[in-house]
DNA sequence: AACGCATAAGTAAGAC
DNA sequence: GTCTTACTTATGCGTT
């Protein structure tokens, strides 16, 4: 890093940051958070929108969403969570 | 839409969605939201390795999410807002 | 209500608020919603405990979490969302 | 704890938690949580009554919730976030 | 009834 | 290693 990026001197960086600001750095760090704000905002959408397809098309969002859930699960945890909820609620009463 | 992606007929779209699924649509679906998903998060990586970066320069990552969260706001609501909380701050005498 | 608590005429009640504010109400509201935020903040807390004697005495906590949701649920609903989620596995080949 | 709440033997407990489950025990936790749960409910509603009772009467319940937040921190942290913030929408020509 | 906001819960990362 | 804090997601609520 260039030493004219720091936000603060070596003195008392940790409880002074109010030194030494490089404004082009501190832009350039809004700037590509905010484009990058935008993609993720843009692909949240596609999301919702393929989700409202779905459902137009007659499927449940709510258990497409499991779906992805469960898929995203390494399938071993998967089936040693399934096993211990299988467990209690036989011990609730609930089997 | 084709009739093959529909999940269920027309005699009741509403309760009874277990008839009729098209499996390769709902393939489709799942893959398109599992790489938008991928997609998403590693735009979302992407945003934290900058605030990160920023922090190691001296920056208050916290300060810069409340300025990220500011210019998002439309300015004339933004004003508004900040009249209103002169406001009642005054009032509760935080003034 | 009070007319001395109105917080704006009846001019332009909607869209010009900043006008007849009774700092009494506004401090009564302000310390109900303290109030009320510190208890719910404390059930909070409580229910932590909960949790974690029950981790400490051998049992999952993320399993239990998953009880509580499916009892939290109407039964007649659960049924039908595990009938469907049943159906999209087997058209996904995740029977 | 009683050694009969244990949901595990000594031989393995940390990754076969599926022997000698304290049916009463697991029952006991799940009712102290269901019954906290609907205490953080009903606390949780009467916040949003008072919220809603404050806009009925011409407050704006977003500005409210902006006071409830900036008292909750400690002053001298607020104090240095606003100056740091300052300083950034400075140096960002925000000022 | 659909849309967005706001809360709440679960998850993951970072600090001590 | 624990423990809190922050981010993400999901649900519920109010609004239009």
Redesign the pocket.
């Known amino acids: 890093m260039d030493n004219a990026s720091c936000a603060s001197n070596t003195v008392n960086a940790d409880e002074n940051p109010i030194q030494d600001i490089d404004p082009g750095y501190l832009q350039a760090v809004v700037d590509r958070i905010e484009r990058l704000e935008e993609e993720k905002s843009e692909t949240a959408t596609a999301i919702r929108d393929v989700y409202s397809e779905a459902k137009g098309n007659g499927f449940d969002p ?1 258990v497409i ?1 499991e779906i ?2 469960l898929r995203k699960q390494d399938p071993h945890e998967l089936d040693e969570q399934e096993a211990i909820l299988h467990l209690y609620k036989q011990a609730l009463g609930m089997g």
Chains 1, 2, 3, 4 share one sequence.
């Open positions: 709510k969403r992805i859930r």
